[in-house]
């Protein structure tokens, strides 16, 4: 079985400040790891995954998560954030491989970008 | 397309009623799931499904069932509903190749 666990329910950051949400995980197995971000009162979306090669990985819309196996993390981080990133963010992982098709979510992390 | 959609946006039940919450995707997207949010909870799965015909439980599946008769639609049952049910709940799809979960806007569902 996977666990998650995002370090931080809540981060309150400025304008055009660089942030770091945190996250850990669990596995006995090789793994797949995904942030997901969910803007108010909308459904989830993916941001960003890693499956496999480069250990960084990037969204389009300027954030980033690195893959670092020996600390079992996949922080996201952005260099300059906007209020247009206010949301809630979760990291999820899945087993690597075969036919797995369960995703086990961390509790979130509300991001809250003030001017 | 019109992607994963969520029927009813909310709905307010009393304690033992039943109801079903309907999804549907047109995507053509073999695996489906249902999701509960809970603050501070993260989501959990309830049940899932890999294919027309085929479900399983998830992480939190008591007091729900699920069905999926055809690939578009994976409806999910409230037998009797708890106030324990009060939650938000979401529906997932994906390919069976793919990773990334295309997922509803969600159902916000309060049960007094």
């Known amino acids: 079985a996977q666990s998650v666990t995002q370090l931080d329910s809540q981060v309150p950051v400025f304008e055009e400040a660089p942030v770091e949400l945190r996250c850990n995980y669990s596995?006995?197995?090789?793994?797949?790891l995904f942030w997901y971000v969910q803007y108010p009162n909308q459904g989830l979306q993916l941001l960003l995954k890693?499956?496999?090669?480069?250990?960084l990985v990037e969204s389009i819309n300027g954030f980033e998560a690195e893959f670092n196996k020996s600390q079992t993390s996949f922080h996201l981080r952005k260099p300059s954030v906007h209020i247009s990133d206010t949301a809630e963010y979760f990291c999820?992982?899945?087993?690597?491989?075969?036919?797995?098709?369960?995703?086990?979510f961390g509790k979130g992390t509300l991001l809250t970008v003030n001017p | 397309n019109a992607g994963v959609t969520q029927t009813p946006k909310f709905q307010v039940l009393k304690t033992g009623q039943s109801m079903t919450l309907q999804c549907a995707q047109d995507m053509n997207h073999e695996y489906m799931s249902w999701y509960r949010q809970d603050p501070g909870m993260g989501l959990r799965l309830i049940h899932y499904s890999v294919g027309a015909g085929i479900t399983d439980q998830g992480e939190v599946p008591n007091g729900y069932n699920v069905s999926r008769s055809t690939t578009e639609d994976f409806p999910l049952r409230l037998l009797s509903a708890a106030p324990s049910q009060t939650s938000v709940y979401f529906c997932a799809s994906r390919r069976r190749d793919s990773y990334e979960q295309y997922f509803g806007p969600g159902t916000r569902l309060t049960v007094t």
């Open positions: 999820a992982v899945s087993r690597s491989g075969g036919s797995n098709y369960k995703l086990t």
């Open positions: 596995s006995s197995v090789s793994v797949y």
């Open positions: 890693y499956l496999s090669g480069s250990t």
